[in-house]
């Protein structure tokens, strides 16, 4: 995971991973992906998200298909 300034901007990229644990009887599956953010500083100093966008990889296909 990183950030990267550049003057009044930025730049973040990074992965997530959730692994839940199953209530009763609940079919809850690990899930993982990535994420980008842009941020854009305001004229008090601030960051703010200007962009977000995430993604969520897919789950593996099955052997033979």
Aim: avoid cysteine; glycine fraction near 12%; charge should be neutral.
């Amino acid at each position: 995971d990183e950030v990267i300034v550049t003057g009044d901007h930025a730049y973040g990229r990074g992965t997530w991973n959730l692994n839940p644990i199953a209530a009763a009887g609940a079919d809850t599956k690990a899930m993982n992906g990535k994420w980008s953010v842009l941020y854009q500083r305001s004229a008090d100093g601030t960051w703010l998200v200007s962009r977000w966008m995430w993604n969520q990889e897919a789950a593996p296909k099955p052997a033979g298909g």
